[in-house]
């Protein structure tokens, strides 16, 4: 029996990193979109318009706070290192291949 094992994760926690930084900034430009413009159109539509703001948490991936730590994530993926010895962890910058 063949069985895969998922990659593994560096640090523990949530990720919320995207793909690219563009990526990321699209989705965030989305969501805020959303929100604003859910709450700008209330006087013209109604409450109706309140419906916009659910969607923008999906392209958050949770909140306002998520998509600001995923791009935290997404701009260090690769430039940062979290090691942790004898219950000490620290961050360091990672070294280019040779």
């Known amino acids: 029996m063949n069985t895969v094992k ?3 994760s560096t640090a523990p926690g949530a990720n919320f990193a995207s793909r690219s930084v563009p990526r990321h ?12 413009g859910s709450i700008a159109l209330v006087p013209a539509v109604g ?15 949770g909140c306002p706070t998520c998509w600001m730590v ?5 701009i260090s993926r690769g ?3 979290r090691r942790c010895t004898d219950g000490v962890c620290t961050l360091t910058k990672t070294h280019p291949a040779q």
């Not at 409450?47 to 991936?61: K, M, S, T, Y």
Request: hydrophobic fraction near 60%; proline fraction near 11%; charge should be positive.
């Open 6 to 8: 998922p990659p593994r």
């Open 25 to 36: 900034l699209a989705r965030g430009a989305l969501g805020f979109g959303l929100i604003i």
């Open 47 to 61: 409450p109706v318009a309140l419906l916009a703001a659910p969607l923008a948490l999906i392209a958050f991936r």
């Open 70 to 74: 995923g791009l935290a994530q997404t």
């Open 79 to 81: 430039r940062l290192e």
